[in-house]
């Protein structure tokens, strides 16, 4: 039958219905049935979660807090009884501690930690609901926050975590979050292949948790972190998206400092304070001060110092403008007017940069807030393995690169020239017509407004250096300083040089220093000497001076640490160790050139 026959059939069946008595109600009661029809299925198929390549129609909900008045009354959020409850916890890895494997089990134990890149044996012994060392500055015990805030949906993805730390973050949420703030929480099943993140795991949540409160999404196969991220997020109904990896805990009373200056401003994206979880005995540690999240121009994620007046009031959030992204809260309005995250980023890495940049340049903000505490488990690159894909990475930065950092991004490509310009990142169209529609700012203004300071101390092209190459012990000329391979916190010490006469340079024992007077290992991320309890150990850059500060005097040979007054110099012991001792230039073993 052509579409023309079927078009005059139902123009005479309109006819015929208009004819007969009530025909005209029974058509406009037609029309309606139909109109919500297609309605419907038109929703049904913006909503749908596993449709992540579809740009996502945001429909505000009627019920969003965006859309009422809102009093400036403010309670104290603590549960004071769970507080009460949680002190008197005693067992393993209760208020934080750490858990000691027994000697019989520590071959299992680090056949796990191989195979998960953390202690899951250690993680098993402890209770799923564990307390925590309440680590926020003291101030906070105090702070007041709004009575009515917006609701939340915590989207938590996942990828073969352990069950017992994905179901420890699970029950820090519920239990630690208000329950009137807390709607939902998504979990979002990455295409995992161990059995217990099935059957296993939905037993478990029937078991402990509000079945009016979780959801399990399942993807059908592997797309990564953004993709998994993004499909909850089409699912969520909450005001606010937080977004937390499988393995943090969140600590007490995290969320109304989180959530509030959201309520205040919904282009905002904040952060809480991310606590360490250790990876060997899940021990948990609150960082001390905070501060500022950047990127240098290979895109490592770097560290800047706080402001004058960033914490004026300890309790107050301050701007930060790359956030490190493992847990962040966002509301569901301004994360999807900024077009969710690119859905051309793949698996994994530089989504923090893409948000943090859109955020800052489409006329949002971006905070960090010293009153909400999550701890973190760090491991290394989880989602690297099992990928060909190995390019992945690059390609991420370079779609960034191209629809936000305008005229800068050639600084990161000509760090490497071979490898960026020729690397294909497909079509970028959508992120730019959306830069286009929100008329957001040039990447100019993130760096001169937003992270004024990242020039200084992370340039596109290396300053002139005051000196570079290896440092060769007079005392002992066959050898040279090294860095031993030796990673965060440990000491460095002498090694053979390549050659004695220094035409060529060992890997490990090229050195920088620089105009922020500190000696940076070259071909290292952004790693310095570091002069502490008389010794000499490899440390982040910390652009401060203080105890990474060096100079080399030219006369006397000496490589002089700190400021002059100390007179401390470089030196070695009898053993040949690098010590720090008070400078006499005439000792030889003080000498290098
Ligand atoms: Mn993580």
Known sequence: MSIRRIVVKINFL????????????????????????????????????????????????????????????????????????????????????????????????????????????????????????????????????????????????????????????????????????????ILVNDHSDKEHCYGELEEYIKEFFDPSKIRLLVMDRRYGLMWARLAGAR?????????????????????????????????????????????????????????????????????????????????????????????????????????????????????????????????????????????????????????????????????????????????VYDKDPEEWYPLEIGDVSYMKSIKKKLNCKPFKYFLEVVAPDMLDKFPPFEPVVFASGAIQSLAYPKYCIDTLGSSEGEPIGLYSCKSENLTEFEFRQYFILRQHRDILVENSNNECFDANYEKVSIFHCKFTQDNQYFRYDVDTQQIIVGPKRKNKCMDLSESKTIIIAACDAEKITQKFH
Request: net charge negative.
């Open 235 to 411: 699912a969520a109904i909450g005001d606010v998206l937080v977004f937390m990896d499988c393995h943090t805990e969140a600590n007490v009373n995290w969320l109304p400092p989180l959530i509030e200056p959201i309520a205040l401003n919904y282009r905002t994206c904040v952060c809480p304070y991310i606590d360490v979880i250790s990876a060997r005995d899940y021990s948990y540690m609150g960082i001390g001060q905070g501060s500022r999240g950047v990127f240098n121009w290979q895109f490592y994620y770097q560290f800047l110092p706080l402001r004058p007046g960033d914490q004026d009031d300890e309790t107050e959030p301050f701007q930060s403008p790359v956030m490190m992204g493992c847990v962040f809260a966002i509301s569901a309005k301004f994360f999807w007017e900024l077009g969710g995250y690119d859905p051309g980023l793949s698996v994994w890495g530089g989504e923090q940069y893409e948000l943090s940049f859109k955020t800052w340049l489409c006329h949002g903000q971006q905070l960090d807030a010293p009153c909400s505490r999550v701890g973190h488990l760090y491991r290394p690159r989880p989602f690297l393995e099992n990928l060909n894909d190995t390019n992945y990475c690059h390609r991420n930065y370079k779609r960034v690169a191209e629809v936000w950092m305008d005229e800068y991004a050639h600084h």
């Open 14 to 185: 309109i006819l015929k219905l208009l004819r007969t008595r009530g025909g005209i109600s029974i058509l406009l009661l037609w029309l309606l049935l139909s109109f919500l029809l297609i309605f419907s299925i038109v929703l049904h198929i913006n909503n749908d979660p596993f449709k992540v390549d579809k740009p996502f129609i945001f429909i505000e909900p009627i019920t969003s807090y965006y859309r009422f008045h809102h009093s400036n009354f403010k309670r104290d959020w603590h549960d004071y009884e769970l507080i009460k409850r949680e002190a008197l916890r005693t067992g393993p890895g209760e208020q934080g501690r750490g858990v000691y494997i027994p000697l019989e089990e520590q071959e299992l134990a680090s056949k796990i930690y191989v195979e998960n890149k953390h202690n899951g044996l250690a993680s098993d012994k402890i209770a799923r609901d564990r307390s925590l060392p309440d680590t926020r500055p003291s101030a906070c015990r105090n702070r007041t926050y709004l009575n009515e805030l917006p609701s939340v949906s915590v989207i938590i993805p996942f990828h073969n975590e352990v069950l017992s730390t994905l179901t420890r973050t699970i029950h820090s949420v519920f239990n630690r979050s208000p329950p009137e703030l807390l709607t939902e929480v």
